[in-house]
């Protein structure tokens, strides 16, 4: 006895009765799990064209005020522009209300030179 089924691409799996019924269910079981995968392929395909083109946000148009080079801020302070960047970095990495407890800027470039030297000397073994 020979029996057929047809998958939703238009295939065909001949299923014949004498290969016994644990042939019959690895059958089943290859097309259940190809049908599970397919599906998750198009689900997570569809999320990522979701994240990626469906929570763009439009730019506001231009309203004619100061540019940001304009603002000024106290010395040894942040501008005012800066502040509202880190703090939306901040809240769309977390993704939680956040708050931020200092920003300072080092007007001194030699700091980070500094903590590469200290980091180097640090894996050197001291005679």
């Known amino acids: 006895m020979m029996s ?16 016994g019924p644990m042939e019959m269910i ?10 599970v995968g397919a599906v998750w392929l198009l689900i997570d395909a569809r999320r990522n064209l979701v994240a990626t ?6 730019p506001a148009p231009h309203t004619g005020a100061a540019p940001i080079a304009a603002c000024t801020a106290p010395r040894g302070q942040p501008a005012p522009e800066i502040v509202a960047i880190i703090a939306a ?4 990495h977390l993704g939680r209300a956040s708050r931020i407890v200092a920003i300072s800027t080092d ?9 590469g030297r ?9 005679r």
């Open 53 to 58: 083109y469906g929570g763009a946000v439009q």
């Open 89 to 92: 970095a901040v809240h769309a």
């Open 26 to 35: 690895k059958n089943i079981l290859l097309i259940l799990f190809l049908v």
């Open 107 to 115: 007007d001194d470039a030699q700091t980070w030179a500094a903590e």
């Open 4 to 19: 057929r089924i047809f998958l939703a691409s238009g295939a065909t799996i001949a299923v014949t009765a004498e290969t």
């Open 118 to 126: 200290r980091a180097i000397y640090a894996t050197r073994k001291v």
